[in-house]
């Protein structure tokens, strides 16, 4: 739906931490991605339109609507944005069950909020979760709650900050047609994170692309991801953790690979590596590999291996965990209450595990 004229723009700056944001951006379609990898400054972008990170200048205009504008001296505390914000890490009271959490901030006498409410919990299967407090629930259920709370708040704008990063695939598939109909139905702007380019081209009309804090491309969703080709490439730029590999054993009857960086470090890997000898590049996001404080038990992931924490970096919500196995530096991102819990600093012996599906060839490197 074009109405002539960019109705959304963004004009920004912010230091967070050492991480320098600058994104600048105008479009018109209200069906929004912002796409790009881990430290991009996704959520960094996102705590600023909702007013929940502080130190940033510059100027917010949602749906023709000035949420944020420094230099006119509009900074209204975050419940006067009417935002509807979903982090990553769900932030839900721990006190209130997960009933008092969906209805909280819900407007009075609002049958609009209600109606819109009574569908989020019947498309996100919460019913039996409602009793409960929301200390009991599991990630993905404390993301579901959440996803509830923002759409029966009576927000005006929905920021989803990869909402479904915490859910099964089975969940995911019957959680997605949710955000379509908002799209569709309710014609509920929204700015949607995410890694996955196929939900992107799903759910969008526009896409804008952080990298490295700015705004790299923006544009219809299918005119800058569309092509296969260029969807890869932006699918792969900027992944944190890149490797040179060589193939140990191809392993048929199973469907894995044995790889062997050149630390000597072996991994498993599920996908056909390139045709032909010789080392070949291979990338794992972030998020995909999880951190563990004790060896772990019988897991699913194949790929379980002992490492020494070199570095934290908090990044708004998330924080990098940069550590060392047998010398070669892997990157996984993880929650800050995850940061917390674990107890996480250089020194720190952890365990990291992915899938052997998480591994993904980027090119081959050339003869041995």
């Not at 944001?21 to 430290?39: K, Q, Y």
């Not at 000035?66 to 979903?86: E, K, L, N, Q, Y």
């Not at 932006?234 to 060589?246: S, T």
């Not at 952890?350 to 993904?360: E, P, T, V, Y």
Request: hydrophobic share 40%.
């Amino acid at each position: 739906m074009t109405r002539g004229g960019a109705y959304n723009e963004i004009d920004v700056r912010c230091d967070a931490g050492g991480f320098r944001l600058e994104f600048e951006a105008a479009w018109d379609p209200f069906a929004t991605a912002l796409f790009g990898p881990s430290g991009s400054g996704k959520s960094t972008l996102l705590e600023i339109i909702a007013g929940v990170r502080g130190g940033a200048t510059g100027r917010v205009s949602l749906e023709g609507r000035t949420i944020f504008d420094t230099a006119a001296g509009v900074v209204p505390p975050p419940a006067r944005r009417w935002i509807g914000w979903v982090p990553q890490d769900a932030a839900l009271f721990p006190h209130l069950t997960a009933r008092e959490n969906v209805r909280y901030g819900l407007p009075r006498g609002g049958d609009e909020g209600e109606r819109r409410l009574r569908a989020a919990i019947a498309a996100l299967e919460l019913e039996d979760v409602l009793p409960r407090r929301a200390l009991e629930l599991s990630g993905g259920e404390r993301q579901r709650v959440a996803v509830a709370r923002a759409i029966g708040s009576g927000a005006r704008v929905l920021l989803l900050d990869e909402p479904l990063a915490g859910l099964d695939h089975p969940l995911r598939s019957r959680v997605f047609p949710l955000f379509r109909r908002l799209r569709d139905e309710l014609r509920l702007p929204m700015i949607y994170v995410s890694h996955d380019a196929g939900e992107v081209l799903a759910l969008a009309e526009h896409v804008l692309v952080a990298r490295a804090g700015r705004c790299v491309a923006s544009g219809p969703a299918r005119d800058v991801l569309g092509d296969a080709e260029r969807t890869s490439a932006f699918d792969l730029h900027g992944v944190e953790n890149r490797f040179d590999a060589e193939l140990i054993e191809e392993r048929a009857g199973e469907g894995t690979a044995l790889l062997e960086l050149q630390s000597g470090a072996r991994l498993q890997m599920s996908s056909t590596p390139p045709p032909g000898r010789g080392r070949f590049e291979i990338v794992i996001r972030a998020e995909e590999i999880i951190v563990a404080s004790e060896r772990p038990g019988r897991v699913s992931a194949q790929n379980v291996l002992e490492a020494i924490v070199e570095d934290v970096e908090r990044l708004g919500g998330n924080a990098m965990v940069t550590a060392s196995v047998t010398g070669t530096r892997f990157v996984a991102r993880i929650t800050v209450r995850s940061l917390e819990e674990l107890g996480l600093k250089p020194g720190t012996r952890i365990w990291l595990m992915f899938k052997a599906s998480s591994i993904r060839a980027a090119g081959r490197r050339g003869s041995m």
